[in-house]
């Protein structure tokens, strides 16, 4: 059968039954209360119609446990809302299924195993250094700017090895990037012109410029043999069973796919932690304490490292920047007791699980000290989703965790953010959750 063909229109999980401009609306700028509101009328798995065609939602521990881990198998990507990123991305992680998901996952793994992430620890502290030593006191920063530009050049040493202040190549490449991520930002209609100087022309501009790049740094690597610890070396390294090597489109189709799965997501995590942080003083202090005792910063802060990574599951919890997980059905399946039609386009959702008054006391509050370890063990199955689960989990989720601690304490080591008063976050829903705009903040020295 052809799921993707199906439109699934009948039998669908409960909901509105009419198109919903409002609805569609509200989806693309904020949908947390309305996904929030529907999970209270309808149930746990419920379908909002909206432009583009209905959508079911599934919400909760028990429907993302299936989705993720019961019957992962059932849950495509590429046929889903995915496919508009196989021009960029090609056969990456992200955006292939089955035997060759299973093969890919395999060969790519290694190289965010604990040891190959420690031996980039050393790059990530460096960087977290540098971003924050050209802070003065009393300047107005935009962190989301600055996280980004971090987080960017971070990726073009540790996943290319690419110097980022060399305008040629790894300069090049991140502004490159950039142009071909802005294609996606753009209207959906927008991006259907073939003008010249259309957003696809652009698009398609960029995306041969950093090929070029990136097939170059494959082919100077491959001659050098060098064994740098970087994400590159240990694709290059990557043998099958049959030991079969990665061909350069291979690297290249993951490579491309780990800069846009872990830029955006890592940038906006730190910002979204840094304005929870200057809206709860105390909480801030407590960390800084944990920094005071870290002397040059960054990662394994032994026996004080909890406090932070408190604060940072907490902030993935209150914004999970990749906050839906959109599939295709391919058969009909139950999650959490409705049926949900072969051919139905499916998103599991942490934003909103995250959210459940049921599961989360106070679900709105920044509480680090829910996660103190007893409390999370308590949750069930599928109640806290960050990373996806089951064989698509977050490959770079170590590697997150460690620039995100790094720049924490590099930040909190030297100084205070302050909001400034008047500020109110906008959070943006698409491609990943993110402030909007500029998130300014005030750079206090520290008491
Ligand atoms: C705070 C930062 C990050 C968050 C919150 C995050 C979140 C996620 C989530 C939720 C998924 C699964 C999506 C789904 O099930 O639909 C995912 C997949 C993935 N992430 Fe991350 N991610 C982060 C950082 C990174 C980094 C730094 C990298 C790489 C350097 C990365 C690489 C990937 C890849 C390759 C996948 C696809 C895995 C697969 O399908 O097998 N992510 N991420």
Request: charged residues 25%; proline residues 7%.
């Amino acid at each position: 059968m052809d799921a993707g063909r199906m439109t699934a229109t009948t039998h669908l999980p409960p909901g509105p039954d009419r198109l919903s401009l409002d609805d569609s609306a509200r989806m693309a700028r904020n949908p947390l209360p309305l996904l929030l509101a529907a999970y209270e009328n309808y149930g746990p798995v419920f379908t909002v119609r909206v432009l583009g065609g209905p959508q079911v939602f599934a919400l909760g521990p028990e429907a993302t446990h299936r989705m993720l881990v019961g019957n992962a198998g059932n849950y495509v990507w590429r046929a889903g809302e995915m496919s508009d990123l196989v021009p960029l991305l090609g056969d990456g992680l992200l955006t292939i299924d089955g035997p060759a998901h299973r093969r890919m996952r395999r060969l790519v793994l290694p190289a965010f195993h604990r040891e190959s992430i420690a031996a980039m620890a050393a790059t990530v502290a460096e960087e977290a250094e540098r971003a924050v030593a050209g802070w003065r006191p009393g300047e107005t920063v935009d962190v989301h700017g600055w996280a980004r530009t971090v987080a960017m050049r971070i990726a073009m040493r540790a996943l290319l090895g690419l110097d980022p202040d060399d305008g040629d190549t790894g300069g090049r490449a991140a502004r490159e990037f950039e142009r071909a991520l802005a294609f996606y930002g753009t209207d959906r209609l927008a991006r259907r012109s073939h003008e010249p100087g259309s957003p696809l022309r652009r698009f398609e501009a960029a995306r041969e410029a950093l090929d070029r790049i990136v097939y170059a740094q494959i082919a100077r690597r491959r001659r050098a043999g060098d064994g740098r610890g970087d994400i590159l070396a240990m694709l290059l390294g990557a043998r099958d069973d049959d030991g079969r090597a990665l061909d350069d489109r291979e690297i290249r189709d993951q490579l491309l796919t780990l800069m846009f799965a872990g830029h955006d997501t890592t940038a906006s995590t730190i910002s979204f932690l840094l304005y929870e942080l200057a809206r709860n003083p105390e909480e801030r202090a407590l960390l800084q304490a944990v920094a005071d005792r870290a002397p040059g910063a960054a990662p394994g802060l032994a026996g004080t490292a909890n406090r932070l990574e408190d604060a940072i599951d907490e902030t993935l919890r209150l914004y999970p920047p990749a906050w839906v997980g959109p599939r295709l059905a391919l058969a009909e399946d139950t999650l959490a007791g409705v049926r949900v039609p072969a051919g139905a386009r499916v998103n599991y959702c942490s934003w909103a699980t995250h959210r459940l008054p049921d599961l989360w006391s106070e679900p709105d509050r920044f509480d680090p000290a829910r996660f103190a370890d007893e409390r999370a063990a308590a949750l069930p199955k599928g109640a806290y989703v960050p990373f996806g689960g089951g064989s698509r989990t977050c490959v770079g989720m170590r590697f997150a965790h460690l620039e995100i601690r790094a720049l924490a304490t590099a930040i909190l080591g030297r100084c205070t953010p302050e909001l400034q008063s008047d500020h109110q976050m906008t959070v943006r829903p698409m491609p990943t959750l993110r402030p909007e705009g500029a998130l300014h903040m005030t750079v206090r020295p520290r008491q």
